[in-house]
């Protein structure tokens, strides 16, 4: 297997953020492959995650974003098991990021569960309504309601959405690898989003 180089570890590192040890390795066990690596970070960002995961959050901080010259502000409350990681550079970091997302990509909520019933009943009304006008049968309906419902918990749920500042990963991702860097359960628990004139 060729030797790992340099600048490909360092590459990676921009990339994702990970520890320089923890690219070192993806890339070896992906033979180099960048696509590949960040995939291997992800999973494991993941498992350190799901182990984290039962923790309790009772620390944190509350970050804000103000845009467009006072038009434009949020609030967001994000948890972490510790007073410690709370004054943590890379954890005060990712709270203002995730204010800044939430300011350009507007979610619903943070989870699923998150988005009012009536929201999301609405919008199943309006996509039945749309694929009825197809003429195609019940069970095809169904099929396409469906995946409307899935694409739209994706654009408007924050933990499913495309990171704005790198599309290639989730706010999940985001979140997973930021866990497995600090070593602690952390949590987005809540936003607020104002719009002058809204």
Do not use: W
């Not at 309006?126 to 309601?145: N, S």
């Not at 290639?168 to 952390?186: M, P, Q, T, V």
């Amino acid at each position: 297997m060729a030797e790992i180089s340099a600048k490909l570890v360092k590459e990676l590192r921009e990339k994702t953020g990970a520890g320089m040890m923890d690219c070192k390795e993806a890339l070896t066990a992906s033979g180099g492959d960048m696509v590949q690596a960040v995939d291997v970070l992800r999973k494991k960002g993941l498992a350190t995650a799901q182990k984290r995961a039962g923790r309790a959050t009772s620390e944190g901080t509350i970050a804000s974003y103000i845009h467009m010259g006072g038009k434009l502000g949020v609030m967001v409350e994000i948890n972490c098991e510790s007073d410690f990681v709370a004054k943590n550079d890379a954890f005060q970091e990712f709270a203002r990021n995730i204010a800044m997302h939430i300011a350009a990509s507007n979610p619903l909520g943070v989870r699923p569960e998150d988005i009012p019933e009536a929201v999301v009943a609405k919008e199943k009304e309006i996509y039945t309504a749309q694929a009825r006008e197809t003429g195609k049968p019940e069970k095809v309906i169904e099929k396409i309601v469906e995946g409307k419902l899935k694409k739209f918990f994706e654009e408007s749920c924050l933990m499913n959405q495309p990171y704005v500042r790198n599309p290639d990963i989730r706010i999940s991702d985001l979140l997973n690898e930021l866990i497995a860097k600090i070593g602690e359960n952390i949590s987005i628990k809540r936003f607020v989003r104002y719009q002058v004139g809204e």
